[in-house]
Each structure stands twice: as structure tokens, then as C-alpha cells.
């Protein structure tokens, strides 16, 4: 039987404690809300993960317009340059609420605030906690908070499984609970569900988290936008384990290089070689990887016995997997880490659909464009937690009466298309392995089995990479590795991706999806 939570009714639902929705839920208080999450408050979140921290132009050489510059050159032409200056503004905004919500961030001998240095920033502008610990100190300070705080109600194993609508506005949230099926009243829900990393056999991100916001606002009618960007951490730790660790851009940075089975250092025929952009190492090495290769990373000459001291975690990783890297090879290679793409959304945090905002990792925004810069992403899920409280705090509750009860859906299984999305949507693509994901999936997708939902997320994915006839940023297809002059972002609604792979064809596609001239050489920042 379902559980109607009548005592609830009428306050706005968040899904998801990692950083957005934990600070959609401190920014709304004393406005009552409930958070409604898979597991224990801030556990199976990438937000926990974190390790470089928060970018934030606050040194006394550095400015938004800076930062800016840097997110613009890095998202390859397809960011929003509105939406990112509007958000890079708010960065001090973001980092001071933390602050107040209890994050002791790292600071100098001055007592001033710790600036790091990441790959493709002009400016040491990282602000972290607890050294390469960022993400876990955030989050344990935001959960003390919320504790604290009796406006927030805390739903722990509570899986939000379907948006209840009424007509087109929202109306309720279905959720699988440990006692069986409950509905939440609601005519506000924010979608904080993090990455779609759990769709790919080789990702960084908790194994769970494949796209279920997306998936769920797709099923409400909600518009996604440039689903087709997965950002890939080009060096993981190429191993058993699930999901894989990362091995940090700093052993590069340190001089380590990449070598292949044949011991050739391909990257040094590349501008940039071993530091250049994360998208353009993480295409270098699926190459080799995909002519039967192997690649490692050498730090033997470069740190030596000096890597344990230098890179704890990492060597404890490494010897996890029975490598020593002071004498070894460390096998790597590329993982999902990041979605550019999502739920479409304005600068509120609104979705297209009455009563639903998207934030954080979910929602795309337009701030990261084709590719995310690192550090991006920590300040987009606090800003845009915070402005979507705002907004929701700002706007009058829509009735809360009608509920019309669906039964539970079985709980999603990826693994079922994770064959399918780990070798036919990595890095390198082209359309007929685009066409091949794109006839596999429709079926899940269109189905009711357990595949369904992570079936929905990957299909969007294959028909918006297939509709981009380009190489742009982290989308790289060996068919068209070219792109356009003008970079165009696009949103869809679920309606029309199943309209688009029902009728996909081998170049049948007609205008607007055929490119036109002139060219630019593809390369991204
Ligand atoms: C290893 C690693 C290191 C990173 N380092 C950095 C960094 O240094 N700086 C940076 O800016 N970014 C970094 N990133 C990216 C960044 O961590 C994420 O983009 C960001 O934390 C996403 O936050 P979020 O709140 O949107 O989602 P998450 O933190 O992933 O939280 C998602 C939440 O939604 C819950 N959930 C999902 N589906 C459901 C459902 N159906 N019902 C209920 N709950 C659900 C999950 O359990 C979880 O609580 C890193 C990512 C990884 C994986």
C-alpha cells in the first residue's frame, strides 16, 4: 500500500544531499522543507569526493572577469556568457555562506584564505578545505547544519522514483521507502541529484548515481539541454575496482609522463603534451586504447621514491592494485567524471515544467558550456542551491490536493545498458556507433523494465551526440572532427528524442542538423 506523508504536505521536496541540495535546504530556513535521499544524509554523493575545492576569483590578482575568461575559453564556445558571469559573480556569496553554514576552508599564514592553482586557471583562485579533502569537509560541516536546523526534515533511504503531476505542474513525489511505496505532497520539487557517472562501466562518480533527475524530469516533460557533453577524467586508475580512483592532473604536474604498452610517449607530438586540456589527453589515450593498446603513467624518473611522501592517497590506491609507482608502470585510463548536460534550466534554477528546478550536477545551466573547468562545478551546485531557494522562497506554493497515486516502478538497474553507453558513448564517437546505441536503447527506453530509467538518460545522450555533427569540447567524433564556427547549445524534451531515434537513418537527417561551412579547427581549452 502507499504511504501518503500528509504531514508534510505543502513543503518543497528536495532530492539529493550532496552540495545542492543541502544548500537549497539551509538557504530556504526558517522556510520548512524536506530532503528527500538514497542513502544516509551526504553519503553516496560526488560532493563527498571532491578534492580540488571551490573556484573563486577572491585573490588580489584575479577578478570575476578573469575567472570568467577562463570558463568561457574552457567551455569551447558553448557557454552561456550570461549565466557563467552571473554565477562566477556570486562566488564570494557562495564561499561566505559556507563559511556561516560552518566550513572552516584552509588559510594562509596570514590567516587569509588558501588559494591552489588548477589546470586551465589564470589564477591561483581554488578555495579548499582540509587540503585535498574539500569535498567530505563541506559536506560533514553542511550536515551538521542541517541537523541543527529543525525547518529541514531529512527522509534518509527514501529514493524519489516518479514526479506526480496535475496536468502540467507538479503535485507530488513518488518515493520507494524502506517500508514500501510513500507519496510527498508537493507542488515544488528540486531535482539535486548529482552526475550520470553509474551509466558507464569506468567512472569516477558513485556507481548509483546514473542520471535519475534527469530521468525523472524527463518523464514530467521537463526540456534537458546538451545532454551529449560527458566530461572524461582522462587518467584513472585502470583497475578492478569500482568505481575507479582517480589519479590526480598533479602527478602530471610533477612530470610524470604517459607512455604507451610500446613505451612511445604519444603525448609529446601533442601541443601541450602531457598538461594539456583534460579533454584533449583523454582523447589521446582512447585512441591508443582503441587500437588494442595500453597507457601508463611513468613516474618513476620524476618522483621516484618521492611519490608516497608526495601523493599518499594515491600510492595507497596504487597499492591497492599491487603497484608501487616509486618502481612500476601505473596503468591508467579515461572515466566519466562530469555531465555538462541535464536538466534545462533558467538562472533560478527553474526547470520548463511548473513547480521543478533542477541544481548542481543534474541541471545544465549553461556555466560549463562543452567542457567544465576544474572546480566549476562545486561553485554552481552552492550558487545555484542557494538562488533556487530564492527563488522558490520568493514565488507564492501552488495547491497541494491533487494526487493521482502511480504504482511504484521497480528499482532501476543500470547495468543492463552500461555495455551499451561504455562502448558506443565514450570519448571518440561517430554515427555508426551512434545509430547502433540508438536502436539498442529505444526499446529500454520505451519499455517499463528495471533498464527504463538509465535507459531514458542514455538514450538522450546518444541522440543529442548524434544530432551534433562536430567535434566541440569534450563531444569528440572521429567522423566530423571538425567544428562549426558558431557553437549552439540545444534542449530537447523526452518527446522528441524518442521522436528523433525512432526515425535516426544513416545521414537522413535534414536541415537544421546539416552542418554548413565555415570550419574551425576543434580544440577546446
Ligand atoms: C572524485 C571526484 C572529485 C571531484 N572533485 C571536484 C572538485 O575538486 N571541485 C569541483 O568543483 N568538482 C569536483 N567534482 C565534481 C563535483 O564533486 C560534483 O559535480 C558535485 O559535487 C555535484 O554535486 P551535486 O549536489 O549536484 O550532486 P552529488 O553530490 O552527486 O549528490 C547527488 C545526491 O542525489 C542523491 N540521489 C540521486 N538519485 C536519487 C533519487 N532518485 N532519490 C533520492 N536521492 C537520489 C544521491 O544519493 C546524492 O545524495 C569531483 C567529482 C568526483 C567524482
Not at 556507481?207 to 546538451?226: H, K
Given at each position: 500500500m502507499t504511504e501518503i506523508l500528509g504531514h508534510l504536505t505543502g513543503r518543497t521536496v528536495i532530492v539529493g544531499s550532496g552540495l545542492a541540495g543541502l544548500m537549497t535546504a539551509l538557504t530556504l530556513a526558517p522556510e520548512r522543507c524536506v530532503i528527500v535521499t538514497r542513502a544516509a544524509l551526504g553519503a553516496e554523493t560526488s560532493s563527498v569526493w571532491a578534492q580540488g575545492g571551490i573556484a573563486a576569483g577572491m585573490g588580489a590578482d584575479d577578478s570575476a572577469a578573469l575567472h570568467l575568461a577562463d570558463t568561457l575559453s574552457a567551455g569551447d564556445g558553448l557557454c552561456d556568457p550570461i549565466i557563467a558571469a552571473g554565477i562566477i559573480a556570486e562566488a564570494p556569496a557562495a564561499i561566505a555562506a559556507l563559511q556561516r553554514a560552518g566550513v572552516h576552508f584552509d588559510r594562509n599564514a596570514a590567516g587569509e584564505l588558501s588559494l591552489g592553482l588548477e589546470a586551465a586557471h589564470s589564477r591561483r583562485r581554488i578555495v579548499h578545505a582540509e587540503g585535498d579533502g574539500s569535498g567530505a569537509a563541506i559536506v560533514a560541516a553542511l550536515v551538521r547544519a542541517v541537523a541543527q536546523t529543525p525547518a529541514i526534515s531529512v527522509l534518509e533511504g527514501f529514493e524519489a522514483r516518479r514526479i506526480l503531476m496535475d496536468g502540467e505542474r507538479v503535485a507530488g513525489l513518488l518515493c520507494a521507502t524502506p517500508n514500501g511505496a510513500a507519496i510527498l505532497p508537493t507542488s515544488r520539487v528540486v531535482l539535486a541529484t548529482g552526475g550520470i557517472g553509474?551509466?558507464?562501466?569506468?567512472?569516477?562518480?558513485?556507481?548509483?548515481?546514473?542520471?535519475?533527475?534527469?530521468?525523472?524530469?524527463?518523464?514530467?516533460?521537463?526540456?534537458?539541454?546538451?545532454?551529449?557533453?560527458?566530461?572524461?577524467?582522462?587518467?584513472?586508475?585502470?583497475?578492478?575496482?569500482?568505481?575507479?580512483a582517480l589519479v590526480s592532473e598533479a602527478v602530471r604536474g610533477e612530470g610524470a609522463l604517459l607512455v604507451n604498452e610500446r613505451g612511445d610517449r604519444f603525448m609529446a607530438r601533442i601541443p601541450g603534451a602531457e598538461l594539456a586540456p583534460r579533454d584533449v589527453v583523454a582523447r589521446a589515450i582512447s585512441a591508443e586504447i582503441a587500437r588494442g593498446g595500453r597507457v601508463f603513467l611513468d613516474a618513476r624518473d620524476a618522483l621516484g621514491s618521492r611519490f608516497a611522501a608526495r601523493f599518499p592517497v594515491i600510492s595507497a590506491l596504487c597499492g591497492e592494485a599491487g603497484i608501487d609507482p616509486a618502481k612500476d608502470l601505473i596503468p591508467v585510463r579515461p572515466a566519466v567524471h562530469y555531465h555538462m548536460g541535464g536538466v534545462a534550466t533558467d538562472a533560478n534554477g527553474r526547470s520548463s515544467v511548473p513547480g521543478l528546478w533542477a541544481a548542481g550536477e543534474a541541471a545544465s545551466t549553461g556555466l560549463h558550456g562543452a567542457n567544465r573547468l576544474a572546480s566549476n562545478s562545486l561553485l554552481e551546485a552552492a550558487v545555484m542551491g542557494m538562488r533556487t531557494a530564492r527563488d522558490i522562497s520568493a514565488m507564492p506554493a501552488g495547491p497541494d490536493d491533487a494526487i493521482i497515486a502511480e504504482r511504484l516502478p521497480a528499482p532501476a538497474d543500470a547495468s543492463l545498458v552500461r555495455p551499451i553507453v561504455s562502448r558506443h558513448l565514450g570519448v571518440l564517437r561517430n554515427a555508426d556507433a551512434l545509430e547502433t546505441a540508438i536502436a539498442a536503447l529505444l526499446p529500454v527506453a520505451e519499455g517499463d523494465g528495471p533498464a527504463a530509467d538509465p535507459g531514458i538518460v542514455a538514450l538522450s545522450i546518444a541522440v543529442f551526440a548524434s544530432l551534433r555533427m562536430e567535434s566541440l569540447g569534450a563531444h569528440a567524433r572521429t567522423d566530423f572532427p571538425l567544428k562549426l564556427a558558431q557553437a549552439n547549445r540545444r534542449q530537447m524534451r523526452l518527446s522528441q528524442v524518442l521522436e528523433i531515434a525512432g526515425a535516426t537513418q544513416p545521414y537522413a537527417l535534414a536541415p537544421p542538423y546539416v552542418l554548413a561551412p565555415p570550419y574551425a579547427l576543434a580544440r577546446s581549452a
Open positions: 553509474g551509466l558507464y562501466d569506468a567512472t569516477t562518480n558513485p556507481m548509483g548515481n546514473f542520471g535519475q533527475g534527469i530521468a525523472l524530469a524527463a518523464r514530467a516533460g521537463a526540456a534537458l539541454a546538451d545532454m551529449e557533453f560527458v566530461q572524461f577524467h582522462p587518467t584513472a586508475l585502470d583497475s578492478r575496482r569500482r568505481p575507479l
